[in-house]
């Protein structure tokens, strides 16, 4: 009794090694065998496709944020195009060499380094459950290196450039959105599907989830003080809306807009740009090659007015903290990418120049 014993836990041990480890197909084939003896089921090793397409569908929201699950599901699906019929191969079988030649091939179609890394975060957090299970015996993504973070950023508007803004408003929703981004320095995702029910009149704030936190390290609800010249366009404005109907949404017609495409939020932004004179040349420019699926990015977009937002409250000294808080941000090193340092430091210094005149 005591040998079968024995002979159990080296069987029940060779199973938690093998899913540890990764296995073979004939280590496959020995523990399925075990199995079958102890009236359990086999372990299926799932194909590269299977296993991709069922961990999309196993953390649609809200295991994963909306735009995360969108993001991922068209990072995946690039990467199973580019395999082709490799990837009804066993997920063993993926290796980092063809991981490397997919990031290769996004930089040949001309997808900016920021693009190919978020292709990778996508392929490695899926890849991170896959070795979990057992299924592969290391997380080959893991393995491949990000690329230099070169990618162009947007500058920041100057205060003239938001009024000319706000005067080429189409709309007073367009309006709205736009004293929005630049008091609020929300993304125009949240902005655009600001609710009522977000908003407190009499506290004077703003409670949101930003759409690009992080699902991994939950954190409370941003309150985001509203500023009084906000605050005043609010209470105009929704008494306006209310009486036309009980809309949920701040932006009842921008709420329904999707943010992409040619007609999206974020490119019609762009085009009223054009309508206000302000010259927007680009900072990258999308790939000459065939087919290229990069894209033009110009040096202003709405994720200006955030920028815009961060480099006012630093013009005006407040401290970096306060300035964390209010833009959501958790990283110093992130937070400094928005406030255009070195316009501000010499904004600053030029300040110490003596006027010619007394006030």
Not at 141 to 154: I, L
């Amino acid at each position: 009794m005591k040998r079968k014993s024995e002979a159990w836990k080296v069987c029940m041990a060779w199973e938690e090694a093998a899913r540890e480890a990764g296995a073979t197909d004939r280590d496959i084939e020995i523990l399925n065998q075990m199995r079958l003896a102890r009236g359990k089921k086999p372990v299926v090793v799932p194909t590269i496709r299977e296993y991709f397409l069922g961990w999309l569908e196993a953390n649609k929201p809200p295991q994963l944020s909306p735009s995360t699950h969108t993001r991922y599901t068209s990072s995946i699906r690039k990467f199973l195009s580019f395999l082709g019929g490799d990837a009804d191969a066993d997920l063993q079988a993926l290796s980092a060499e063809r991981i490397e030649a997919f990031i290769v091939h996004e930089a040949e179609e001309g997808l900016a380094p920021k693009s190919q890394n978020l292709d990778l975060k996508a392929l490695r957090a899926a890849l991170g459950k896959a070795f979990k299970r057992g299924y592969i015996k290391i997380n080959v993504a893991n393995t491949v290196d990000t690329k230099p973070a070169h990618s162009a950023s947007k500058k920041a508007f100057s205060l003239d450039q938001v009024r000319r803004l706000l005067d080429g408003a189409p709309d007073d929703e367009w309006f709205g959105l736009i004293y929005a981004g630049y008091f609020t320095g929300l993304r125009l995702g949240d902005i655009s599907r600001l609710k009522w029910a977000q908003i407190d009149m009499e506290r004077k704030n703003i409670t949101i989830s930003p759409d690009k936190r992080s699902e991994k390290r939950p954190r409370p609800l941003l309150e985001l003080p509203i500023h009084r010249d906000f605050l005043f366009w609010l209470k105009g404005w929704r008494a306006d809306v209310k009486s036309r109907s009980h809309q949920p949404f701040v932006f009842p017609a921008l709420s329904q807009k999707s943010l992409n495409g040619h007609s999206g939020l974020s490119d019609t932004f762009i085009r009223q740009m054009d309508t206000a004179g302000i010259p927007n040349p680009p900072l990258r420019k999308k790939s000459s090659a065939e087919n290229g699926r990069g894209r033009d990015v110009k040096t202003f977009g709405f994720h200006s007015l955030r920028k815009s937002f961060n480099t006012q409250l630093a013009l005006a000294k407040v401290r970096e903290e306060v300035r964390m808080k209010l833009a959501d941000h958790t990283s110093p090193e992130v937070h400094r990418l928005y406030t255009e340092p070195e316009w501000v430091e010499l904004s600053a210094e030029l300040s110490k120049l003596p006027g010619l005149f007394k006030d």
